[in-house]
């Protein structure tokens, strides 16, 4: 994960790949995304055993601030 001041200071980072600008996400994305009980129930004595029911509040928290990207798209649980 890099973290930079905007979107401009990544588009002139050496390492930027053009097939990866619909991976950019602002910090608010990020919080959203980290504020789901995927994230947030990481401490409770419980969250094993629950991670399966926490997988549609992610995916679709993830769809919603990434607008559907295929960039984000998760792999299929195997």
């Not at 994305?29 to 926490?54: D, H, K, N, P, W």
Request: aromatic share 12%; hydrophobic share 40%; no cysteine.
């Amino acid at each position: 994960m890099h973290l930079f001041r905007s979107e401009e200071h990544v588009l002139h980072w050496s390492g930027y790949r053009h097939e990866a600008r619909d991976g950019l996400l602002s910090l608010a994305q990020v919080r959203t995304i980290f504020a789901t009980r995927r994230f947030s129930e990481r401490l409770s004595g419980t969250y094993v055993s629950r991670l399966a029911t926490y997988r549609g509040e992610f995916l679709a928290t993830l769809a919603a601030v990434t607008a559907g990207s295929p960039f984000w798209a998760p792999e299929p649980p195997s």
